[in-house]
């Protein structure tokens, strides 16, 4: 008899779409930072277009910056498969939840991930707060590309700590279903 479905969690799934989200949340922020900076700096220049022109700009702007993310997503695509495996490691995709100690150890890392990231944000809170916000003073337009910034950086911090975590984690989760399999044995 095999267990249900239900009993497993996709390692490998877990960290692919974690990797993907905080990627795509990356390839936006940059898009807004560079696109904030260069509204700031020919802000007086744009606004002194006709309107057609302006719109015409704007349509420009646009194609640009869906080219840099397909660009950027088709990077990513080609490589995601390997750095899945790199983190999770080759044919480790599946693990049974209900094999004793694994879902201790994927809740413990989970945890980890989770107040690291919590940990992140709030370091970025504080360097928005004391640091940009004084450059950024009355300027929308530097502010969006502070929190712009902010979100690229808790992002990559994301991605860093699920590599880092997700490959330890693997090497753990291995080392108990190994213990269990000669629990088992004996």
Known sequence: MTAPREDYINLGSIFRSSATITFVVQIVSVIVMIGSLSAYYIADEFL??????????LLITCILALLIFLAAMSVFI????????????????????DTPRVKLVVGTFALLVVLMAITGIYIWYLIDVYVLASYAGTSLLLRLFGYALGA?????????IIAGVG??????IMEVLDADDSEFLE
């Open 152 to 160: 690229f950086f808790i992002a990559l911090l994301i991605q860093v």
């Open 167 to 172: 490959r330890s984690a693997t090497k753990v």
């Open 78 to 97: 080609r490589f995601s498969r390997r750095i899945g495996d790199a983190v999770v490691g080759v044919g480790m995709e599946e693990v049974r939840m």
């Open 48 to 57: 002194g277009l006709n309107t057609e022109l302006r719109i015409l700009v």
